[in-house]
């Protein structure tokens, strides 16, 4: 029976993480609620973006984004 040695657990590298999360390690003091605000603006220019995409087509996606969008941005409302 051989033994093996544990490796060290070594971070993963830059290539893995996405972009957000390597620059958050990178800072490494950022508050978490800053961050989850990061997070939220982020989320609501990507739904106004898919939005734009689905032009007026009538899908239960579509009404779910829009829900999304709502909510977003009544907690931007709060926010400010």
Do not use: A
């Amino acid at each position: 029976m051989k033994y093996t040695l544990k490796k060290k657990h070594t971070p993963p590298s830059p290539k893995c993480l996405g972009g957000l999360q390597f620059e958050n390690r990178l800072k490494g003091d950022m508050n978490s609620t800053t961050n989850r605000n990061i997070l939220k603006e982020i989320q609501l220019k990507n739904t106004k973006e898919k939005l734009h995409e689905m032009g007026h087509d009538r899908s239960h996606k579509k009404t779910n984004l829009v829900k999304t969008l709502k909510n977003l941005m009544k907690r931007e409302q709060r926010k400010n």
